[in-house]
């Protein structure tokens, strides 16, 4: 059977039973097999990857390439910036623009050996959580191709699950490596805020976005993470210590971890009964392994949407400020500069971007600055706060990661409010800046895949991983979206 | 009515780093158009800013020396406003946690007072727009031209509390604020090129005890004497404005230096909402107290302590304010002097004075690398003092010496230019005047004293200048019998 995980790809080339060039082809064949469908990936690089893979083997065969992802295929969020390589943030404000250098995650990608296989699909400025707002058009889930993959990694997730890439990196800002990792049956997590360098990362929010991996496995994940983390001197926000090994304390179980289950991220009135049903399912199978599980509370959570959706959006207008048609990217002549800016970023930002860069800028104006900026950043201490506390008991604490499975395109795209709290339980974890995990446990009725979520304090990746995997062995989820290879992918059989 | 100027500057000193604010491009922007960019200070999509240390070092000193509290903690902000050469179209840049606060410059001269200091923050500087077609402004213009080899350069705003009250007092402030960065070496402190830029925001108000008028801001001065010009022309339109019976509109207003007045903007200025918020991508900077005294430790002698120095040393305050200001060359030729045992004022007199006057005709810009040397001053000074020179020859010494042709002696003698000490030497000179004008001196002989006058000159002709005038005097006087 051909490899599909990160590690798996990694074993199979090292023993010798395939090459990097076969990997490549497996993705690429799979691409030509369901890429009209899924529309995972904005760039594929067909010739450039198989370019490399011809070069990764060679130098395996003379005793090079000795990092953990030598040869493997990988996919980036198209909001990373490669050299050379078309970025766009899934925004036709920066339709054909090229980099004139690497983002340092992809530097450091690329001396661990793996090989880029393309850009994928994300909602506009990674502003979404269904990438239906890619100015691109839509991805679709492979597991059920009339619905979304959940965003604003939505293309990262597609591509891993259906077979096009071993692993992804995506960013997470308030879940969005999380949530369609949930939505696509995959892990995903988001790291520490500062492990991985934002240097390259084409910011959302800054005080939030984080890259992290989508991979088939906790352990595919740990690697991948441990490959591009670690201090930056390009990004002034990256955590200047040496970080623990993400893989630290694999295989070691869960006797004896204290875990705390949220009683109130949220409102847990909105989980669907198939995902609230899983969870505790789940919850007691730990239990049963030899966890302690403790009930935990942070009373500040139900407010860290409404922080959130105040604090990025303030953060997303200065930062998609530069997008003024002058320097590159869209432009639309207009008969002063001012006119200029306003017609290219009228004409280059989709709606949702609009939306929220006048929340922001709204939200920072003098005169609300204090009620609406300056209340979020309290609402944020507040939360750091009940984090602490609630990790004076337990090690680390649980959640579902979404309320829903993954739901029909165009269902949410009327109402932003209703697109908004599908990242209820996963925001939390962004404001305090502490990692997280989604790790798939099961399927719904409708066979859509269900995400649990492991949240640990800042640097606790090790033991975030650690119960990732044990919740992993217990669930016993096949991750691959089920397909026939003749027929496509049972979704997109209309 | 009399109406009190109230004014207040706000300087902007673009330091002179090797790399810019934010990333490690050069922070020179005298090489080609957009060579010295890159990711960050292009502001292109997903590159990160990185605090420059040594930027950080420079505003430290720089808030110490105007006797600033230097905080504990300080915080970037964005400050957010549209333009073509603002890459980001944020400026980071500091708001209610500057570097260092509360502070003061003495200011002295004519025009004395204290100055209080209100904040010293850090920013970077935008790109350089030129506008092409038309009449050079923006409005008027074909096409724009952008440079982004400023963009991104250190600059410190330095603002003032209101109180100046007058339009030489802003000039001397100005001009002491130039001295005080030039001597921390922080800046090439050239307002011509820009390195230092003033905004001055003036108001007028009936009296000392009525609250401040409304403001206007005055932009567009390229000189200390266009400031002072400025600032003076905008108090008496605001007088006048008043005495009319006008409101006084808050505006910004720019300097025309040939017509000599300030003009409202004719271009909208937009609201002046910039909604600063904490820049996400920089941490706090935490100034601990090693660092402030690590740059503590680094400041040089300032201007005004300099200045109360050289007046110590006897030196009249004029003078001592002048050598102060002086550049370091000419500093050390003074103080070399004086240490070689040369008298304060003297030196002084001839650093400021015939030193000056001599670099300027040799053409040469300043003293670096000249064999003029303070000893070298001391010893001409003393041949002066003690009659081997006469004042004139002096001077002629001394270009000699700037010229390189040896020590202040040898120059003297190879130019044959010692003055005639030597009383019998000069005794057969004024026996050979006096025997040419007989009848002359038979009236010196009755006493008719002004002749002496004219048989010192007799013999300072006959010795091509070298004779001691006193001492020629003195035989003279013998020789008559006077
Ligand atoms: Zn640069």
Redesign the pocket.
Known sequence: MAPFTVMGAARALRGGAVTSVQLAEQVLKRASMVEAQVHAYLTLDSDGLLQAAAEADEALASGGGRGPLHGIPIALKDNMATRGMETTAGSKILAGYHPPYDATAVVRLRRAGALVTGKTNLDEFAMGSSTENSAFGPTRNPWNTDRVPGGSSGGSAAAVAAGTAFGALGSDTGGSIRQPASLCGLVGAKPTYGAVSRYGLIAFASSLDQIGPLTHTVEDAAVLLDAVNGPDPLDATSYPGDLPRSDGRLGRGLEGMRVGVVSDLGGLEAVEPDVDASFRKMVAAMEREGARIVDASLPAAPHALSAYYLIAPAECSANLARFDGVRYGLRVDGATTEEMMSRSRAEGFGPEVVRRVLMGTFALSAGYHEAFYGQAQKVRTLIRRDFARAYEGCDVLVSPTSPTTAFPLGDRTEDPMSMYVSDVFTIPSNLAGHPAVSVPIGLDRRELPIGFQVMAPALGEPVMFQAAEAVEALAGFDTRAPYDPGFGLRGGVR | MSWEAVIGLETHVELSTRS?M????PARFDAPPNT???????GLPGALPVPNREAINRIIRIGLALNCSVTGRSVFHRKNYFYADLPKNYQISQFDLPVCVDGYLDVGGDHPGRVGIERVHQEEDTGKSTHMGGDGRISAAEYSLLDFNR??VPLVEIVTRPDIRSAAQARAYAQELRLLVEALGVSDARLEEGSIRFDANVSVRPGPEAPLGTKVEIKNMNSFRSLERAVAFEIGRQTACLDGGERIVMETRHWDEEAGVTRGGRTKEGSSDYRYFPDPDLVPLELDQDWKDEMAALLPELPARRRSRYEGMGIDPAQAATLAGADVHLRGLFEGAVEAGARPQQAGNWVSGEVVAALRSSGRESLADSPLSGPNLARLLAMVEDSTLSGLAAREVLAGVLAGEGTPEEVASARDLLQISDAGVLEAAVEEVTADHTEEFARLCSGEQKLIGFFVGQVMRRTRGKADPKLAGRLIRERAGL
Do not use: A, E, Q, Y
Not at chain 2, 22 to 25: L, W
Not at chain 2, 36 to 42: G, I, K, T
């Open positions: 810019k934010f990333c490690g491009c010295n960019v890159c990711p960050v200070c292009l963009s991104g």
